[in-house]
């Protein structure tokens, strides 16, 4: 028999990667302001997302989630934010009109601030300090003062993502986000850009408007409303177990609590075990949730964490996202699917083709070769189908930045390339042209699979 769940339960279990908060009472200060806050988001778009989610499970939808590997609060800022969002609609746009699927539209934004890590310190040239766990927890820069863990950044990560939610909102009800004007999501420095991925991303958007002007001349020149707005939902992986408690909300209509902080939340590769903490948490709240799956999981495992996180099978609740790694992928994903298949279990598939294929290079920095997470994406694509299953959705670190910390792409980033625009703190994201061609694959896929 399991024990009954409150937003708390989960104290009863031991819970990974949290932060060692030098004192107590700070902490519990922190939380009591954080628990009169009001919640981000409501239940209602919770509610919404989920039926997304069940819609992209039964193929009538299909789930783009991306950003940040982290945000960062100094990153806050108009250019960012906007710049993420042009990105995601752009990809969407291009999946949307090669596959005919309805795309559910999720960033890995507003919450995306702490991270797990491998060891709890750092230690550089003799010394050692707490390592960096997220903006939300301490700070990057390697001094003792900026990486003690500090429980007010809970507050500053609670405001930043209320600030960013806020433009999002406004961007995506209208205007902006209006499928009559794709101009408005050109990002400034691919205006004029000659790559070909530019090009071929212009063209799909003219052809779009055409076929826009045609069905609205059908409809006797009266404007398709929809099509003035888009749904964006959000996403973060729910680490810090009390930071998400204090944003567990009853819903006004008495049916459960909501982590109200975010729409989706996950849980990471390193914090799923079934007898943790995490797990707890996630299986009483009553969100979409998202699970991420490494090639270390057995199919047995897999079929009782799903049945833990989703005890009443229940259409939309949970996304499990496979990041194998293009090396494992085709050892390991087959199993799990049969399993999950004879199970009896509804799931969404979700590939993430980043966090499998991470490496390093001689120099030091961390980075993934375009190619491998084409090759990974394409091969699942490729195990679903053969297996009878179907891959719902992909989940990618991006920015609409014009960074250089992946390899290859259409401009064939090489090693010595990276050094002229790494910018991020944590994992090596696409930039805008590698995202935007990681869309016409998976467009290119759907349409594949589709007329299979
Ligand atoms: C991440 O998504 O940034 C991450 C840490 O992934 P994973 O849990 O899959 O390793
Ligand atoms: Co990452």
Redo the contacts with the bound molecule.
């Keep these: 028999m399991t024990p009954p769940w409150n937003p708390e339960s989960w104290k009863q279990f031991p819970a990974a990667q949290q932060p060692n908060y030098p004192d107590p009472n700070e902490l519990k200060q922190a939380l009591g302001q954080l628990l009169r806050l009001p919640p981000l988001v409501t239940s209602w778009e919770i509610d919404h997302l989920r039926e997304g989610i069940a819609d992209a499970q039964r193929g009538d939808a299909w789930l783009l989630q991306g950003g940040d ?2 945000e960062t609060f100094d990153e806050c800022q108009t250019e960012q934010i906007a710049s993420k969002l042009k990105l995601l609609l752009q990809m969407s746009l291009v999946i949307v009109f090669a596959s005919r699927k309805r795309i559910v539209r999720v960033g ?1 934004i507003a919450g995306q601030y702490a ?2 890590r491998s060891n709890d310190t750092e230690t550089l040239h003799g010394v050692t300090f707490p390592c960096y766990r997220g903006d939300i927890v301490n700070q990057f820069e390697f001094s003792e003062h900026a990486r003690r863990p500090d429980p007010s950044r809970l507050l500053r990560g609670y405001e930043r993502s209320a600030l960013t939610l806020n433009f999002i909102r406004a961007l995506s009800e209208g205007g902006f986000a209006d499928l009559h004007h794709p101009e408005n999501w050109n990002l400034l420095f691919v205006n004029e850009a000659k790559g070909e991925v530019a090009k071929r991303y212009r063209d799909l958007v003219k052809s779009l408007g055409d076929a826009l002007r045609f069905m609205e001349t059908i409809l006797e020149g009266s404007t398709v409303s929809e099509l003035k707005r888009v749904d964006f939902f959000t996403s973060h ?1 729910a680490l810090l177990l009390d930071y998400e408690t204090a944003l567990t909300r009853p819903s006004v209509r008495g049916i459960g609590y909501y982590n109200m902080g975010t729409h989706l939340p996950w849980i ?3 914090t799923r075990s079934i007898d943790g903490a995490h797990v707890e948490y996630f299986r009483g709240i009553r969100n979409p949730i998202g699970v ?1 799956i ?1 090639p270390n999981i057995s199919p047995d495992e897999l079929v009782d964490l799903v049945r833990r996180l989703n005890a009443d099978n229940q259409p939309g609740r949970l996304t499990l ?1 496979h ?1 194998m790694g293009r090396r494992h992928v085709e050892s390991r994903l087959p199993g799990l699917i049969e399993a999950i298949q004879r199970s009896g279990l509804t799931v969404l598939w979700v590939c ?1 083709p ?2 499998g294929n991470t490496v390093s290079t001689n120099s030091g920095r961390k980075t993934r070769r375009f190619d491998d997470i084409v090759d990974e994406l394409r091969l699942s694509f490729a195990i679903h189908h053969a297996c009878g299953s179907m891959l719902g959705g992909a ?1 990618l ?1 991006l920015t609409g930045e014009n960074v250089t910390e992946c390899m290859g792409g259409s401009r064939n980033l090489t090693e010595s390339d990276l050094e002229s625009a790494y910018q991020t703190q ?2 090596p994201r696409l930039n805008y042209e590698q995202a935007l061609e990681i869309a016409f694959e998976i467009a290119g896929k759907l349409t594949e699979y589709r007329a299979s």
Excluded: S, T, W, Y
């Design positions: 590997c982290a890995r991270k797990p992986e990471g590769e390193r991420k490494g996202i990041r993430d980043m966090h989940h670190e944590v994992d």
